[in-house]
């Protein structure tokens, strides 16, 4: 583990969101991979503390994905960072964001269910903002393209 890797895990909005993700993650691995092995996670967050005593429990398979979701928090070059889904700066690998996105989008509803409420209905409102701006924009871009071919005529 480097420097700043603990450095911004040492940070509360870092420490916070790597919480949900593994949480989430947990809750994704639980329905999905029941029958596996699974134990508590190790991993370099895990090691500073960052999961408290809620360590998530994952499949060795997840929390793979989880070490690697861990480090792109960390290095995550935005501040405020956006949702990830929303983020125009795509530093997931292909195969690491598809995974997220399914284990998101399965988890995000149960998540409110499992001691994540909060973070879940945040989850919603903010992917409904981000689908209302995009419509938006969408409807503005038709309209520009309407008055330029105005002009033309
Ligand atoms: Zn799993």
Known sequence: MNERFARKMSED????????????????????H?????????????????YGK???????????????????????????KPFCAHCDTHCYRADEAEWQ??????AGPRSVLRGYAL????????ARKWRKKM???AAENTAAQRSAKDKEQ
């Open 13 to 32: 909005t870092v420490r916070g969101d790597t919480r949900i993700v593994a949480g989430f993650g947990a809750i994704f691995c639980a329905a999905h």
């Open 34 to 50: 029941g029958g596996r092995a699974r134990t508590r996670l190790h991993s370099d967050a895990a090691t500073l503390g960052v």
């Open 54 to 80: 809620q360590v998530p429990v994952l499949c060795d398979e997840c929390a793979e994905h989880i070490r690697y979701a861990e480090r792109r928090r960390a290095y995550c070059p935005k501040d405020p």
């Open 101 to 106: 996105r399914q284990m998101m989008r399965f």
């Open 119 to 126: 973070p879940g209905i945040r989850h919603a409102l903010e």
């Open 135 to 137: 419509a938006a924009a």
